[in-house]
């Protein structure tokens, strides 16, 4: 019994390893809003994440997944700079009360955290992106 229920606990770990390191992306792990989640209209979410490493924090909003050269998804719904709180960096989107902003918009959107940090002496890509969350405006 002990040994089938160590056995059981050791698959299971091995199995959400993968998914766990999967959120995270040249130290920067998402944490608000998770993939597949919604945020209300009319009212501006915090994007939070963590970030492991120096250099400036910015987040895009788009409403496609689609990354640029640089690996970093447009910026058409919002962009701005993230600032450290405590162990998290935080952005909140200005909030515009029209209907045809972004926020009173339902619908599918994406975001994704980058840094700004040329490492190596290689200035030709200083965007260290992290991975594409999508989530949903309701």
Request: aromatic fraction near 10%; charged fraction near 20%; include cysteine.
């Amino acid at each position: 019994m002990f040994r089938t229920t160590v056995v059981l606990a050791l698959t299971a770990a091995i199995a959400a390893a993968p998914a766990a390191g999967a959120a995270t992306k040249n130290g920067i792990t998402p944490v608000t809003p998770k993939a597949g989640k919604s945020v209300p209209a009319g009212k501006s979410p915090k994007f939070k994440m963590r970030v492991r490493g120096s250099g400036q924090v910015w987040v895009h909003v788009c409403a496609s997944a689609k990354k640029d050269a640089d690996g970093v998804i447009c910026s058409t719904a919002s962009i701005g700079q993230a600032k450290k709180s405590g162990s998290l960096f935080v952005y909140t989107p200005k909030f515009f009360d029209f209907p045809e902003f972004w926020l009173n918009t339902p619908g599918t959107y994406h975001w994704q955290a980058h840094r700004i940090a040329c490492e190596g002496g290689d200035t030709s890509d200083c965007k260290q992106e992290g991975p594409v969350v999508k989530f949903k405006v309701k």
